[in-house]
């Protein structure tokens, strides 16, 4: 009898949006639902499972992209979002031997925010668009300092590009776009930078425990006056994921840097950290780089003690350019522990690692701007803690602790930068 009930019920509503009433919301089902129960032709229990049973159906028509009631373009997009309260401290200082008195302190509160919008034109072209806080001149952070009588905040697009997959294998992104090279941790890329350009991306998978992927990019970096040659990168990376074992698997990658175009060049956003003359870059730039991440699920489980991930990675990165006579390498070695993604109450995950970073290993508009500034020359080591404080928010502490290594611009000892960071996260 209740399924005869659930039938005509869902009959119904077919029937409501056939006559083109079907943007009738949970309130007019919840009326239609009590009125049923009034009349004694369903009890409080069966309407509540009909209800339950009817949103269900109409999350999984939406999801299918089958709803009649909504337009398919609707049904398609995807909003995703998020906001970060940050208190942050900067301390620099001469180390002994400089005579030289520690600089004071600096003390913000910041924000970020971030919305994004990606839709699914059709089976085989997605487009997406992305806007945050920010300032235009600064491709290495979407920060807002807080302050300044309260002024209003500038929003700026982040990004905004367009996929065209005719194979699964395969696909093409041209545009302003999320980074799409694989990198474990940031020595070379700030997480903030959304290159400008085109990449196609390939991967292959070989049974159920290995894949290969490859990404071949072209990015334009700046622009040239007349008829010079703009500073362009081209790069490839290639790569393999593999299962080694239950509980272990192993991502490799290597990717090739061409810079061109760099030569007498002064790019935006520079940390101007990289060898010049005459205010222009001495050297161009052709970089290799090798990384791994080795992920490992219950570690401890064998002496009873419950981590749930252990991860470590690295990367290396030279400057192959034959002319460059030196701090022409970098590095990075880190682990990461607990939890592999914070997302409830009491997830945790704990990272640490230390980085070598020479005067000319990179260009020095793509670093990590929390290290000391995006600056390379430098080195040092990032420590942090993530602390799920609910569903989809959670507390974050980093400390980072660099300094340029001796020798480099003017200063006959290092010259040390620390930046604690506090951090109240949700994500929507």
Known sequence: MKQL?????????????????????????????????????????EAQSIK???????????????????PSWVQ????????????????????????????????????????????KVNDKIKAGVGIATGLTTDPRSTNITLGSSSTKKSIVLDYAYATYSPWKWVS????????????PGDLIWDTDITPEGGVAALSAKLGSKTELFSNLGVFLIGEAAGDEADPTM????????????????????ASFYNFTGLVGKSLTASSGTNSTVNGGLKYNY????PA?????????????FNLPYFALFGEYVANVVKDVPGDDTGWMLGFKAGAQKVEKWKDWQFKFNYCKLGKDSILDILPDSDRYGGKTGIKGYEAGLDFGLGKNTWLGLDYYYNEYMKGNFGYPNSRPYQVVQVDWNVKF
Request: aromatic share 6%; charged share 25%; with cysteine.
């Open 5 to 45: 009930k659930v039938c005509l019920f869902l009959a119904f509503l077919m029937m409501i949006n056939v006559i083109g009433a079907g943007n009738a919301d949970a309130g007019e089902i919840d009326i239609l639902l009590g009125k049923l129960v009034e009349k004694g032709v369903l009890t409080p229990g």
């Open 52 to 70: 339950t049973e009817t949103q269900e159906q109409v999350k999984k028509e939406i999801a299918q992209g089958k709803s009649i009631s909504l």
């Open 76 to 119: 398609t997009i995807k909003l995703k979002g998020d906001f970060r309260l940050r208190y942050q401290h900067d301390q620099a200082k001469e180390l002994a031997g400089n005579n030289q008195s520690p600089r004071d302190g600096q003390d913000r509160a910041r924000i970020r925010a971030r919305l994004g919008l990606e839709g």
């Open 172 to 183: 093409f992104t041209g545009g302003k776009m999320q980074n799409p090279l694989w990198e």
């Open 234 to 253: 081209y790069v490839l990376q290639g790569g393999l994921k593999q299962q080694l074992t239950d509980a272990v698997s192993a991502k490799i990658a």
């Open 286 to 289: 052709k970089n290799f780089t």
């Open 292 to 304: 791994f991440e080795i992920s490992i699920n219950e570690p401890l489980k064998a002496i009873g």
